[in-house]
């Protein structure tokens, strides 16, 4: 069977919430901050892991929270550095950025590359969740899809992945919905690397999930087996 892709790569900007030992004192007011939302994506690190085991992908994920420096937002964005450390002098930010930061992007960059020199062409799943309420608004989705409109191969796959999930979302209970609760063409991972990679060489999606299905273990392997159900593989496996 043809694919729409030649090979497969998983990652997790937002899986931990580690804080480095020598930046810890910047928490000690609001350590209880680590243990919420806006530390990382409850749950996605889970169900990226037993994904990429699945279908046998690499994964890249974080090791450090995004309260100390968010791998999904370009230097330039606001939010790159929270309120805990954007606060530190310009050197403290840039040792931080060339520590933590840098040495991510790089690599999956360098691993994206190495498929394209082959001639191949992939496609990234970037794995988040996000909370079911924010400032008050409650999220009406389950399942988000986020990719970049103007690139017609993503759009198709996208509709593509969305009908095959229908069937069993609906089972579950679970709405999905396209480019929410956040837009795909937004400042992210996924955004910058589909300025280094042409749409022939570089399929980039944000698989969204919310933290009420995925803060679970059950939730968990019921949302991995529903993306690798939605894949075009040449074989589905699924986890029991």
């Given amino acids: 069977m043809a694919l729409p892709y030649d090979s497969l790569l998983i990652t997790c900007e937002h899986g931990s919430n580690r804080i480095p030992a020598r930046y810890r004192y910047l928490f000690a007011s609001d350590a209880a901050v680590l243990h919420t939302h806006r530390a990382l994506d409850i749950g996605a690190l889970a169900v990226a892991k037993i994904l990429a085991k699945l279908v046998n992908a690499p994964l890249f994920h974080s090791t450090t929270s995004r309260l100390l420096i968010d791998l999904n937002r370009s230097l330039h964005h606001k939010g790159a550095y929270s309120e805990f450390t954007g606060r530190l002098a310009e050197a403290e930010r840039t040792a931080i950025c060339s520590r933590y930061y840098t040495p991510y992007r790089t690599n999956?960059?360098?691993?994206?590359r190495s498929q394209t020199l082959r001639k191949k062409r992939v496609l990234h799943?970037?794995?988040?969740?996000?909370?079911p309420q924010l400032n008050g608004d409650v999220r009406n989705a389950e399942i988000g899809l986020l990719y970049d409109p103007r690139r017609k191969a993503e759009c198709y796959l996208a509709a593509q992945i969305h009908e095959r999930i229908k069937p069993e979302a609906k089972a579950e209970g679970w709405r999905i919905r396209r480019n929410y609760p956040y837009h795909g063409a937004s400042d992210g991972f996924t955004t910058h690397l589909r300025r280094l990679f042409?749409?022939?060489?570089?399929?980039?999606?944000?698989?969204?999930?919310?933290?009420?299905?995925?803060?679970?273990a059950?939730?968990?392997?019921?949302?991995?087996n529903l993306w690798v159900q939605s894949l075009p593989l040449r074989s589905n496996p699924k986890i029991t």
């Fill in 125 to 131: 799943l970037s794995i988040h969740s996000f909370t």
């Fill in 198 to 216: 042409a749409p022939s060489a570089y399929l980039g999606l944000e698989i969204e999930m919310n933290q009420h299905v995925v803060a679970a």
């Fill in 218 to 224: 059950t939730g968990q392997k019921k949302m991995a």
């Fill in 108 to 112: 999956v960059e360098a691993w994206i």
